[in-house]
């Protein structure tokens, strides 16, 4: 029974980041504007002679040293949040039709953002250990005990700031993502058993 119990919160963990991975490139292909830590990388891609997937893994490895003082311990899904999702993100893109109607692009930004919510609430679930962004936002959500939705929000407005300062790319997407995703990941928790109704992890 626990190696079959093991499977299946593998198998969880693997489609978790599939649909995460999925839905980060819906929202990329829809061109409306990039997710705040994405921005983050873009910005120190263009201000470095690093390529964007190396600011990526730079920002990610960045992230998790500040879960050392917040207690945060990192798990294989950690790592392979790192890997897959990015991988899953551009299998994915090129079977996304192309839009030429703001709206279509608009409807398919917030459809992305709302499996990005899902996605997240079910690979934390499978207890593997959290993203490096996740693991940090629930860190600073229970060192301060504050809602999970304020404190993500909170960082992702820091994070884009900081990335557009740098160059990376800002427009109406980033900006819903930021305000959004917070409250949206809160909701998926409470779904997952992750979180109580006022939102603390």
Known sequence: MPQSNFIYRFAKLIFGLAIYG????????????????????????LQTSITFGQATIAVSLLVMLFWIPLKVKPGIGSVLNAILVGLFADLTMPFLPDFEAYWQNFILFVLGMLIISFATGLYISCGF???????LMMGLAKRFNKPFWITRTSVEIIVVIIGFSLGGQVREGTLLFAIAIGYLNQLAMRLFGLADKSGRV
Request: proline share 10%; glycine share 26%.
């Open 22 to 45: 999925a839905g980060l490139g819906m929202m990329v292909h829809a061109g409306i504007g990039i997710p705040p830590w994405d921005v983050l990388a873009q910005g120190i891609s």
């Open 129 to 135: 250990g959290k993203g490096p962004r996740d693991g």
